[in-house]
């Protein structure tokens, strides 16, 4: 980690004029330490829906943020966009506004630990996990490369499932190399009705990166079905997705909980779609939230 006693400089902690961190445009008595994240913009507006009260209401560019009440507990929800790109701002920024002085510009002495939730959508990799239903991330394998450039312990990822999976995939080292990291114990208890709880892979796009043929042949043809056949310690790679494991890395080294649910909307090996996905995500999003806030 960063020298705790270091002044941190204007260009790389940057503020706007109000004193609210860059991207998100927010103070630290803006969030709670519950917080879900959802890629879509108009996913906050669901969410926010079933809280009692909402106290805050912001928006910069694709980030949007909600700050509001369920079951009696403060809650903050917010809109990333698509990709790790988008997750290292909002995990960065999310972690400055609770575990750094924005006036001092300085670590502070005593650290906050999130409870970050993602709520997603994602395409199913297993023939028996149907469209409609629920995934619990439990580990997340990334395939994006994002944390490829950061320090960490090497007790912040498992190793040896990212060797196993290297291994069997006969993964290609033009690209970015994989690296496999575990969901928060604590969120996973709270979502144990939940019932697959597996692999979620991460990719850096959505069609090649994700094995899509439209007018350019993805380098590797055989990319989900190598995904698809992968096992380690009886957990299989449920399914594809753009944000998880960026969530899990840096979630791990600032010291976060983190966890992510996904609706399956599409099934990569079946060929299906979801014929209704909005009422499957609003059904998972009203358990969540039930199970979170108990």
């Not at 809280?51 to 943020?65: A, D, G, W, Y």
């Amino acid at each position: 980690m960063a020298d705790e006693n270091k002044i941190i400089s204007e260009s790389e902690l940057i503020l706007n004029k109000d004193g609210s961190i860059y991207h998100l445009k927010l103070k630290p008595e803006h969030i709670s330490n519950d917080i879900f994240l959802v890629g879509d913009p108009d996913r906050v507006k669901l969410i926010s829906s079933f809280f009692s009260k909402i106290e805050v209401l912001i928006q910069n560019r694709e980030f949007i943020t909600c700050t509001g009440f369920y079951n009696g507990k403060r809650i903050t929800v917010i809109s990333t966009g698509i990709g790790t790109d988008n997750i290292d701002i909002v995990m960065n920024e999310l972690d400055a506004l609770v575990n750094i002085d924005l006036k001092l510009r300085k670590n502070k002495d005593k650290k906050t630990s999130l409870n970050i939730i993602r709520l997603g959508t994602s395409g199913s990799l297993q023939p028996d996990i149907p469209i409609d239903s629920m995934v619990v991330s439990e580990y997340a394998i990334g395939l994006d490369g994002l944390l490829n450039f950061y320090k960490h312990n090497n007790s912040d990822f498992d190793e040896k499932m990212t060797d196993a999976f290297i291994e069997h995939t006969q993964w290609n080292m033009n690209h970015a190399k994989p690296y496999a990291v575990k969901a928060s114990d604590k969120l996973c208890k709270m979502l144990d009705t939940i019932s697959f709880k597996e692999i979620t892979a991460t990719a850096s796009g959505f069609y090649g990166p994700q094995g899509r043929l439209l007018r350019i042949e993805p380098a590797d043809l055989l990319l989900n079905e190598k995904l698809s056949t992968f096992e380690y310690n009886g957990k299989r790679i449920a399914n594809f997705e753009m944000e998880t494991s960026a969530i899990y890395g840096l979630g791990s080294i600032l010291g976060h909980h983190t966890i992510t649910v996904c609706t399956i909307i599409a099934n990569r090996l079946t060929k299906q779609f979801s014929k209704d996905y909005p009422t499957a995500v609003k059904k998972m999003t009203e358990k969540v939230l039930e199970l979170v806030t108990v």
